[in-house]
Structures are given as C-alpha cells and as structure tokens.
C-alpha cells in the first residue's frame, strides 16, 4: 500500500494533529508558512494528494479513492483522530473522508469548495499544462511563456510552475510535471463534475469562503448542511479561491478560533 508523501511541523507536540491537503495542481509547499506558524502549537501535516507532489501517481482519481488515502495515511502513522483540512479538491477529499470515517474526524475544515458538483472549469489550463512539449522545452522560463499563451493570470502561471522540476534520466536531463497530468486530465470530470457521495458527518464542520470567489454562493449553505448539519460559514476579507495565500493573517486567526488553540 502506498503513503500519500507529506511533511510534518511540530511532531513532538501531543495535541491532536491538524491534516492540510491542497487542492487542484497544487502541492503540500503552498501551505509551508502556514504549517509553520500551526506546527509550533499543534502537529500539522501538510500533504501531497495522491497524482500531486511526490505522493504516488495512480491511474484512479475518485472521492473514494482520496479519503481512502487519507485512512491509510492516518493509520500509517498511528494517528486515531485529527483535525482535517482540506482546499478546493482538497475539500472535496476531507469531506468524503469525514462522511466515510468520521470516528476518524475531530473537527472538519472547508475552504472555498462545498458538496456539489461544479461545472467543468479548468479545461484552459489543462490545455495550456498538454501544450508544453518537455522535449523542446529547456527552462523555467520558457515553460512559462507557453503556459503565457493560454493562461493571462501572471499568479495562475506562478503556481503551476512551482510544480516543475528537472526529471534525471541516465543520459539526459528534462523538466517535467510533478503531478500525473494524464489521469488528472482524464479522471477529471470524476473529482471536480461530480458531487461527493451522499452521506452525513456530525461533528463541528467550518466552511472559509473568499470574499471574491464564487466557489461558496449564499444558497449553497441549506444544501451542505443536509450533509454537514453543524457547518459553520465564514468569508475571508480580501481573499479570492487561495484564501490562505490572499489574506494569511486572518485565515490562521479564523483557523485558531476555530479549533480553540
């Protein structure tokens, strides 16, 4: 069985630790300064999503197939019950994780992604990420005058290049993707068009919405409280889809309140 790949911050500490998983084509390092400022007053693990980072790439991509993942990944390291938190897909795999195991689930953090299922939106990007040809390619920097061509947002180019690195070969080295572009790109509409199972988890659930992103409407609270019937919404002043990046200081302090630390 394979271990999802994760770093862990403040290992010592014996509070109940805090599970961090980033959403899509991101990677446990978007969430370093955050794990940082927690891991001094609880555990936190910041992990790789299976298909992401160095976790394991697998030709299965489901809701099922993630909180699985996060089971394994608990029971791999003994951990009986934790704080899960989880961002856009990562939402999507805590959510599911808390419905299939909530004996499992302290407390359930949400951000800016509910239950439902979303019309497919990342076909631009998906296709600007197959446009790169790594056999002509030779730097950072042409990767990104590629992605340029399809992508406007300076910060969208940023974030997708954090995600390459210099793949060595025996008689060559090329740059290459971390995540498994191919079964993200086919698998695709299994884990962003579809809604989690159907199913309810009881325990203390926060939802953090951006201000400027749409991904949490008004009207989406009635139906994710048949599911999660203890949510709590929250929206992060100055924030967009990357809550945690936007507006740092106030999403650790509503993080905090939350869990009581």
Same mark, same amino acid.
């Given at each position: 069985?394979? #271990? /999802?790949?994760?770093?862990?911050?403040?290992?010592?500490?014996?509070?109940?630790?805090?599970?961090?998983?980033?959403?899509?084509?991101?990677?446990?390092? =978007? !969430?370093?300064?955050?794990?940082?400022? /927690?891991?001094?007053?609880?555990?936190? $693990? %910041?992990?790789?999503?299976?298909? *992401?980072?160095?976790?394991? $790439?697998?030709? =299965?991509?489901? *809701?099922?197939?993630?909180?699985?993942?996060?089971?394994?990944?608990?029971? *791999?390291?003994?951990?009986?019950?934790?704080?899960?938190?989880? *961002?856009?897909?990562?939402?999507? &795999?805590?959510?599911?994780?808390?419905?299939?195991?909530?004996?499992?689930?302290?407390?359930?953090?949400?951000?800016?992604?509910?239950?439902?299922?979303?019309?497919? $939106?990342?076909?631009?990007? #998906?296709?600007? /990420?197959?446009?790169?040809?790594?056999?002509?390619?030779?730097?950072?920097?042409?990767?990104?005058?590629?992605?340029?061509?399809? #992508?406007? @947002?300076?910060?969208?180019?940023?974030?997708?290049?954090?995600?390459?690195? !210099?793949?060595?070969?025996?008689?060559?080295?090329? /740059? =290459?993707?971390?995540? =498994? %572009?191919?079964? %993200?790109?086919?698998?695709?509409?299994?884990?962003?068009?579809?809604?989690?199972?159907?199913?309810?988890?009881?325990?203390?659930?926060?939802?953090? &919405?951006? @201000?400027?992103?749409?991904?949490?409407?008004?009207?989406?609270?009635?139906?994710?409280?048949?599911?999660?019937?203890?949510?709590?919404?929250?929206? #992060?002043?100055?924030?967009? $889809?990357?809550?945690?990046?936007?507006?740092?200081?106030?999403?650790?302090?509503?993080?905090?309140?939350?869990?009581?630390?």
């Amino acid at each position: 069985m394979q #271990i /999802l790949h994760s770093k862990i911050f403040g290992e010592n500490l014996s509070s109940t630790p805090l599970l961090v998983f980033h959403g899509l084509f991101g990677m446990l390092d =978007n !969430w370093g300064s955050f794990g940082k400022e /927690l891991g001094e007053i609880l555990p936190v $693990h %910041l992990i790789d999503l299976r298909n *992401h980072g160095r976790s394991f $790439h697998s030709e =299965n991509m489901s *809701h099922d197939d993630l909180a699985d993942d996060i089971a394994n990944y608990m029971n *791999h390291y003994g951990i009986e019950k934790a704080h899960v938190l989880g *961002h856009s897909l990562g939402g999507k &795999a805590v959510m599911q994780f808390a419905i299939k195991y909530p004996e499992k689930v302290e407390k359930l953090i949400v951000v800016d992604i509910t239950p439902k299922a979303y019309p497919p $939106h990342h076909q631009g990007i #998906i296709k600007a /990420l197959e446009t790169v040809n790594f056999d002509e390619v030779k730097s950072r920097g042409e990767v990104e005058n590629v992605l340029s061509q399809y #992508i406007p @947002e300076k910060s969208t180019i940023q974030f997708l290049a954090k995600n390459l690195y !210099w793949e060595e070969n025996s008689d060559s080295k090329k /740059l =290459n993707w971390r995540f =498994n %572009l191919k079964t %993200l790109a086919e698998k695709y509409n299994q884990f962003v068009s579809n809604a989690i199972k159907f199913g309810v988890f009881d325990g203390e659930t926060l939802f953090i &919405a951006g @201000e400027k992103s749409n991904y949490i409407l008004p009207q989406d609270e009635f139906s994710t409280r048949q599911q999660f019937p203890k949510a709590q919404f929250v929206k #992060i002043k100055n924030a967009a $889809h990357w809550v945690q990046a936007d507006n740092p200081l106030e999403f650790s302090k509503v993080i905090k309140e939350f869990l009581g630390i």
